[in-house]
């Protein structure tokens, strides 16, 4: 008589629930999670923001302001909003440069292959964004990441996606400027972005 056997699970993955993006919706369609809750889904799991300090802030501000005078209608400059990376993810980065679309993402969320540059500002998450955002948004082809690093005062550009990471990273320090790939025209002074 043959027996079936279960395949093994490590404790970890018998331990956490992991949620696809579609589950995450319809959380959210029925009101349990609600628009002030402070999530985001990543890797399946639904993880608590950090709060936004006032540096933290400011830089958002700084960027969302010079990209959107920069950029015009060129692109769409998408604050703190969801880009949707299926299967478990729906992250919210600090800013998106997004593709112009005639819609304007009105029936869905932006994917990865709408994303010109996602940038995330970190001070006391800046170990979560490096070590779990950035390896998911290289995986998930997003073409280039800046992690505004406002621990250690440096400007990571992250670009050349695989599905292992970035292959190409360089920390810029103050007195350095930045462009992004897809708007070389566009400079940034770093020292501005980490005040």
Known sequence: MATTVAPRTDQAERDHWRFSLEDYHRMIDAGILKGDDRVELIDGEILKMSPIGSRHATSVRELNTRFTIALGDRAIVSPQNPVSVRPRSEPQPDIAILAARKHKYRKAHPE???????????????RFDRNRKLPLYASSGIVETWLVDLVHNVVVVATEPTADGYTNIVEHKPGATIAPAAFPDITVDVAELLR
């Open 112 to 126: 990865p292959g709408d994303v010109l540059l996602m940038i995330e500002v970190a001070d006391s998450s800046v």
